[in-house]
């Protein structure tokens, strides 16, 4: 029914276009010794995607026309921005290249003229190949290759994934038109009908928010992670064409208008969970993978307002000040371009209320009207009518159904138990964050700065991210969080190591300095990734927490569950460090050779934290000079951050 294999449609843009057009319309030209073309469904996707007016072929068929559309839909752009081409590289937003590549095989690092690589890709395409001989034989090629020379910030392997998905949800979702009619039908009639479907067809986009009620206070607790895991991959398994993005605890979807949120209730409440939703009515011509983008650029460009509002003020000499304020005050939140933006977008947000195509909300389990105790001492959202005893302390819990059976499913992180059973000092809990909203204000904004950097007018306008962009990202995201586990592994021994989610981890140390190793790895690779989050803020957030196996890993939780600093260490007993991305490689060269002044500085702050402030600079203080690259480092990055390093640095 489908097995045109819709991924493989774009092959031939790895073929020199002024050899062989991507469509292979004009195969073989002028090309000689090459392979016929062995007609098969593949083949027809690849000749018939397209319909434009410069088009010889077009679609011919209801899967082809579905093709075309999800091609469409899943391209990095609605329009171009430059008429010649840009870079066949791809311009990656948060790691981009030294420079735009625009001869397709030095992109590559292949030559894509030759008779020999044309017969290469028409030989593999006649033999009716699967979507994953595809990616695994041209997977290389088609990570460097841009999807859109003219808009080089995506890969053709990112558009031909997300083709796939777009094509299987649009082939059950749209009206299936006879095979005959296309058969019938001009090229402008079949344009024509595409520009309506994508115009007048209406799909949600939906963000959900998956939330536990139980509250992980012991080791034994964590097992409630591996049910979210579990929650999340039957999800994916029951929506296989309708999950375009997963998170932490986050999933991104596109649903027929007539998909139910209640649906997933079941999955999601099997162990009383709940989500929190935001769903939007959307065009396929404007397919946004943000729901709350309307929220988001309000809050986004009051931000701005206030941004500009403190730099204008700061100009004023403090004695006019206070008379100056308001005429600013006046001038950007009345005046200023944000404001009318702002207005547009509330008349956006209410339009859309009213019209229902905004919704946002929480599903919950089915919960009783009344709940009798003992209430459960984990979720406290049901009666308790099961007991949990322990068999170490004797302690006794009441606890519901939901709660017992987490307990009962036995432990998936056996190295946590070995720590505990041991009494393990020192414990990193290390978890990575990300903010969505925050990951697409981000893209707008280097998106902008790329667009104007090829002089391109009004870039704030023009740069819009959809899902395309948003996929790329994921992909390096992915691979970022599996090199990062990957060094931590390879830095301490495996038995001292544990994975709990992708982004969450801990292992076990034998001393404090194990902090800046971790965040020694941390900085490495994110910088490897994503080197231009470091301008900005990060939507990427590292929290770790260090702390005896015994501590109420409740207490850990609570820092890690919301992430507010880019970088975030809490080292119990002994303070914290909060930091932006861009302060954390400089944090790491901070460099005290006397350790003696350290150990000096830390007793005294046991005394007094604010003693331990005056001493550095105290003049009278025979180590003063000596504390200069402290008082350097604490005028940089702020003096608790300094004193944590102190007592981190003196064990």
């Known amino acids: 029914m489908k097995e045109l294999k819709p991924e493989i449609h774009d092959i031939g843009k790895l073929i020199d276009s002024s050899i062989i057009k991507h469509n292979f319309e004009n195969y073989p030209e002028k090309l000689k010794n090459v392979p ?34 999800a091609d469409s839909v899943a391209a990095v752009a609605s329009r171009h921005y430059k008429e010649k081409v840009v870079g066949h590289n791809v311009y990656k937003l948060w790691n981009p290249p030294r420079k735009n590549i625009r001869d397709l095989s030095k992109a590559i690092g292949r030559d894509t003229r030759t008779p020999h690589w044309i017969t290469r890709i028409v030989e593999f395409v006649n033999k009716y190949p699967s979507v994953e001989d595809f990616f695994e034989t041209f997977g290389k090629y088609l990570k460097l290759r841009a999807e859109d020379a003219k808009t080089n910030i995506t890969s053709l392997w ?172 006046k001038t950007i939140f009345e005046k200023g371009k944000e404001a009318k933006r702002i207005a547009e ?22 919960l009783p009207d009344q709940i009798n105790p003992p209430i459960c001492e984990i979720c406290q959202l049901n009666q308790a009518t099961e007991k949990w005893v322990d068999e170490e302390s004797g302690i006794v819990e009441n606890l519901c159904k939901n709660c017992l059976h987490i307990r009962k499913r036995g432990s998936k992180f056996p190295k946590l138990d070995e720590w505990e059973k041991e009494g393990a000092d020192r414990i990193l809990w290390i978890r990575i964050g990300l903010d969505i909203n925050e990951l697409i204000n981000v893209l707008e904004d280097l998106y902008a700065e790329y667009l104007r950097s090829l002089g391109i007018k009004e870039p704030e306008e023009r740069a819009e991210i959809r899902f395309s962009v948003l996929s790329e990202f994921d992909w390096d995201y992915k691979e970022f969080l599996s090199k990062f586990r ?55 957030k590292l929290g770790i927490v260090c702390s005896n196996i015994k501590y109420p890993f409740l207490e850990s939780w609570r820092i890690l569950s919301d992430l507010k600093y880019d970088v975030h260490v809490c080292v119990i007993g002994k303070g914290e460090i909060k930091l932006n991305m861009k302060q954390l490689t400089p944090f790491l060269e901070i460099k005290v050779k006397n350790k003696a002044l350290i150990h000096k500085l830390v007793a005294m702050s046991e005394i007094s934290e604010k003693l331990a402030e005056i001493m550095l600079y105290d003049r009278a203080d025979r180590d003063y000079r000596k504390y200069k690259p402290l008082r350097d480092a604490v005028r940089e990055f702020g003096y608790q951050n300094i004193l944590t390093y102190a007592k981190i640095m003196g064990g």
Request: proline share 4%; glycine share 2%.
């Open 36 to 69: 016929s073309i062995k007609m098969n469904p593949i083949w027809e996707g690849i000749l018939q995607h397209h319909c434009t007016e410069r088009d010889e072929e077009y679609p011919k068929s209801f899967k082809t026309f579905v093709l075309s559309v």
């Open 345 to 366: 977008l509330w008349d956006e947000y209410h339009h859309e209320l009213s019209e229902k195509l905004y919704k946002k909300g929480s599903i919950y389990a089915n």
């Open 158 to 329: 990112t558009h031909s994934k997300l083709t796939g998905l777009f094509y299987r949800f649009l082939y059950d979702y749209l009206e299936e038109i006879d095979d005959e009619w296309f058969q019938n039908a001009s090229k402008e009639e079949i344009r024509k009908l595409i520009d309506s479907v994508k115009k007048n067809t209406k799909v949600k986009i939906v963000k959900i928010k998956i939330n536990f009620p139980q509250h992980p206070v012991r080791i034994r607790d964590l097992n409630v992670f591996d049910v979210l895991k579990e929650v999340k991959n039957e999800i994916l398994e029951k929506y296989p064409d309708n999950v375009i993005f997963v998170g932490f605890n986050e999933l991104l979807l596109i649903l027929p208008l007539n998909k139910k949120l209640e649906e997933m209730r079941e999955i999601v409440s099997k162990y009383g969970f709940w989500f929190e939703y935001v769903e939007r009515v959307q065009n396929l011509d404007k397919l946004y993978p943000d729901p709350d983008r309307v929220t988001r650029l309000i809050n986004k460009m009051q931000k701005m307002q206030y941004k500009k509002f403190e730099e204008q003020i700061a100009k004023v000499p403090p004695d006019k000040k206070k008379k100056a304020e308001e005429g600013i005050r």
């Open 486 to 540: 990957d060094k931590i592994l390879g830095s301490f021994e495996k038995n001292d190591f544990q994975q709990i989610l992708e982004d969450f981890v801990a292992v076990k140390i034998k001393s404090l300095k194990d902090v800046f190793t971790v965040l020694r790895i941390f900085d490495d690779i994110f910088s490897e990734f994503f080197p231009k989050f470091k301008e900005v803020t990060s939507p990427i």
